[in-house]
T-cell receptor, first 113, second 113 residues
Framework: SQTIHQWPATLVQPVGSPLSLECTVEGTSNPNLYWYRQAAGRGLQLLFYSVGIGQISSEVPQNLSASRPQDRQFILSSKKLLLSDSGFYLC????????????FGPGTRLTVL | QKEVEQNSGPLSVPEGAIASLNCTYSDRGSQSFFWYRQYSGKSPELIMSIYSNGDKEDGRFTAQLNKASQYVSLLIRDSQPSDSATYLCAVNSRSQGAQKLVFGQGTRLTINP
């Protein structure tokens, strides 16, 4: 069966510090991978998606970036965090089929102070 | 802008009753529709997928789709306190050659014992 991992689970960072969140998927090959952010009391905002190694599409211009160095690894980064970057960061995967059924990881709760 | 609309609630239902959650969407080309359940502080969990008009039943859950009216709903029969959560409607849309899920803001459901 497929499993998706995210770490860390929680993170408290000062404004201006760097960020690296990691997501890995087990039990499937060549998945589509997604990064979402959910601000407190708000809906899911798609940040990045990837259909393959090294292929990243950005949905929202901001100070975040994403990379996919391996087939089942997806990394979200920032060089300098802003207060507005606080939120619940979710990684999701789907298979390369037309229905795009997505499954979410446990998430990382980021607080920027 | 492709949109998914849900009543944010809160929706309060007595235990044992039927909870009815509704969602409308703007993209007539959408082919797949999903309901996610999200407990407070947790990540979304996929509970129902529906791809064709009509009803789809899975245990106490029934998803209903009407593509002509651009309407999808979720019925929860014999509601239990453990069903108290936020329910997210998601619609698959194709944009710039990629398939993406567009999420509604979610409906907060409370089941009263």
């Amino acid at each position: 069966s497929q499993t998706i991992h995210q770490w860390p689970a929680t993170l408290v960072q000062p404004v201006g510090s760097p960020l690296s969140l990691e997501c890995t998927v087990e039990g499937t090959s060549n998945p589509n991978l997604y990064w979402y952010r959910q601000a407190a009391g708000r809906g899911l905002q798609l940040l990045f998606y990837s259909v393959g190694i090294g292929q990243i599409s950005s949905e929202v211009p901001q100070n975040l970036s994403a990379s996919r160095p391996q087939d089942r690894q997806f990394i979200l980064s920032s060089k300098k965090l802003l207060l507005s970057d606080s939120g619940f960061y979710l990684c999701a995967w789907s298979t390369q089929v037309r229905y795009n059924e997505q499954f979410f990881g446990p998430g990382t709760r980021l607080t920027v102070l | 802008q492709k949109e998914v609309e849900q009543n944010s609630g809160p929706l309060s239902v007595p235990e044992g009753a039927i909870a009815s959650l509704n969602c409308t969407y703007s993209d007539r080309g959408s082919q797949s529709f999903f309901w996610y359940r999200q407990y407070s502080g947790k990540s979304p969990e996929l509970i129902m997928s529906i791809y064709s008009n009509g009803d789809k039943e899975d245990g106490r859950f029934t998803a209903q789709l009407n593509k002509a009216s651009q309407y999808v709903s979720l019925l929860i029969r014999d509601s239990q306190p453990s069903d108290s959560a936020t329910y997210l409607c998601a619609v698959n849309s194709r944009s710039q050659g990629a398939q993406k899920l567009v999420f509604g803001q979610g409906t907060r459901l409370t089941i009263n014992p």
